[in-house]
């Protein structure tokens, strides 16, 4: 089993930054993907990006140029840089783990104001 947790969420103006992280524990293996999808009011669950434990990255269209996915494998944590947010990257935050199965962590807000 693999738990995570992210922390870093808040409120903050269009046009600030934010910083999210995920710290992974449990039965982590080395080869795997981690990732952060969102989820808004009314909205499906999307991914917002992905990094495998090579570092190749992914990027939904909508945050490419302004966020930036980062690991750090020997911590078992997963970031997202977040800058010149907008108020339609309001949403919920999820951590993602895969490695045979999706596992999720409890999801963390942000708010970004106009």
């Known amino acids: 089993q693999v738990q995570l947790v992210e922390s870093g969420g808040g409120l903050v103006q269009a046009g600030g930054s934010l910083r999210l992280s995920c710290a992974a524990s449990g039965s982590i293996f080395s080869i795997n993907i981690m990732g952060w999808y969102r989820q808004a009011p009314g909205k499906q669950r999307e991914l917002v990006a992905t990094i495998t434990s090579g570092e190749k990255t992914n990027y939904a269209d909508s945050v490419k140029g302004r966020f930036t996915i980062s690991r750090d494998n020997a911590k078992n944590t997963v970031y997202l840089q977040m800058n010149s947010l907008k108020p339609e990257d309001t949403a919920v935050y999820y951590c993602?783990?895969?490695?045979?199965?999706?596992?999720w962590g409890q999801g963390t807000q942000v708010t970004v104001s106009s």
């Open positions: 993602n783990y895969v490695w045979r199965q999706n596992y």
